[in-house]
């Protein structure tokens, strides 16, 4: 993980200081700000692959789930029949549902290295750690992103928004009313305890991680979009 850490903290300072050779530094937004934002982009798109590759294991998976709670209703008081009688269902539609784990683990530790370049960037991203003393690191209505989001908890709400917005988008339709209400419970409560937890963390992972929530909001609601032209048309 030092590794990983070390390099993204390299691939920021490269950011950084490319956008210090735009010229002078807007007043409301420090370089540092954009690029936050930036990396979590470029994450983003370094890992598109992965996100088009989970979202057609999702879809295939989807479309296989009604057969497979029918046979989990044939064999309800058989449960290794019923679990034999599934894998071959995966197996003749060559799905696998371990293969839907890969694209979502390496973005995770991208974004759990990308913590410890956050909360320490003056030794990840300088030779010399004081060096972030000395430049700015605003984001408009927050003075120092180092530090926690404590003027109206901007950061941290839109955050847990774009968690909510996330998890409508990723959720597939319940199939009974426990899974229903199961969804519901995910759906919000854990976005709320994200926004009590995030206001005491420092407002650039805050930043990065929303961020990175919009920018897999507007791919994946691209991707259902292009999905349905594509029924559409075969139809």
């Not at 890992?47 to 088009?52: E, F, G, V």
């Not at 009688?85 to 683990?105: E, Q, R, T, V």
Request: positive net charge.
């Amino acid at each position: 993980m030092s590794v990983l850490t070390n390099f993204l903290g390299s691939i920021l300072k490269f950011i950084y200081e490319s956008l210090q050779g735009l010229g002078n530094e807007p007043a409301n937004i420090s370089y540092y700000a954009i690029a936050l934002i930036l990396m979590a982009l470029l994450q983003k798109l370094l890992t598109m692959p992965l996100t088009l590759k989970g979202t057609k294991n999702a879809q295939r998976g989807a479309e296989l789930n009604p057969q497979v709670e029918a046979i989990r209703k044939k064999y309800a008081n058989d449960p290794a029949t019923a679990n034999k009688k599934i894998m071959d269902l995966y197996k003749d539609n060559n799905y696998n549902p371990a293969s839907g784990c890969l694209p979502m683990l390496i973005p995770l530790i991208i974004i759990f290295a990308m913590l410890n370049v956050i909360r320490n960037p003056g030794n990840y991203m300088f030779s010399d750690p004081e060096q972030i003393h000395r430049i700015a690191t605003n984001f408009f209505w927050i003075p120092d992103l180092r530090n926690a989001d404590k003027v109206i908890y901007g950061l941290p709400l839109i955050y847990a928004v774009s968690m909510v917005a996330y998890s409508s988008i990723m959720q597939q339709p319940a199939t009974d009313e426990k899974m229903q209400s199961m969804n519901m419970m995910m759906k919000f409560m854990m976005p709320i305890m994200m926004f009590f937890f995030s206001r005491h963390w420092p407002a650039g992972l805050i930043l990065y991680w929303a961020t990175n929530n919009i920018c897999e909001i507007v791919i994946r609601s691209l991707l259902k979009v292009f999905a349905k032209k594509k029924e559409e048309t075969a139809s």
